[in-house]
């Protein structure tokens, strides 16, 4: 699947999911959403999800049925770990500062049982950066880019 991003000249930014087979879905964001879907992006990439929002949106999903509050209960464990993770990982961004893995894991396990979503395993320093350095890599793309043009990125 091509996931393009579009900066808009003087609208919202858009995302745009072409599947392999050619159909697609898309929808304008609000100006936080192409970091965050950028970070998803790292995520699902880096951990092998394929059930996280973009492995979702490749197998039928629309990106605004991500919006019903019914379609939480008709996701995966997976789309629930890879939005919890990216989640943690924006919220370190905002601090500009890296959380060790140790209060990254921990933080993932108190929030997964808040909402009653199963565990996921524990994340080491090598996976975060992993995931961190493609995330970073991602988003210089998107800064560096000139409002109206798209970034395009395969998934997975």
């Known amino acids: 699947m091509q996931v393009q ?4 000249r003087d609208s919202r930014p ?17 100006p936080f959403f192409p970091l965050h879907d950028l970070t998803h992006l790292a995520v699902e990439r ?31 464990a997976q789309a629930l770990w890879a939005e919890n ?5 924006d919220l370190e961004r905002g601090m500009q500062r890296r959380l060790p893995a140790r209060e990254i894991n921990q933080a993932l396990r108190d929030s997964l049982a808040q909402q009653h979503v199963p565990p ?13 350095a493609l995330r970073a890599e991602l988003d210089a793309r998107w800064m560096a880019l000139p409002p109206g043009e ?7």
């Open 14 to 30: 858009t995302l745009v999911c072409v599947r392999a087979d050619g159909t697609r879905t898309w929808s304008q964001v609000h």
């Open 120 to 132: 996921f395993r524990a994340l080491g320093e090598k996976e975060l950066a992993s995931v961190r």
């Open 46 to 76: 880096a951990l092998g999800f394929r059930q996280g929002f973009f492995g979702l949106v490749d197998s039928g999903w629309s990106i605004e049925a991500f919006t019903d509050p019914k379609a939480r209960k008709r996701m995966p």
């Open 5 to 8: 991003i579009k900066k808009g």
């Open 85 to 89: 993770i990216v989640g943690l990982l």
């Open 150 to 156: 798209t970034l395009e990125v395969s998934f997975p």
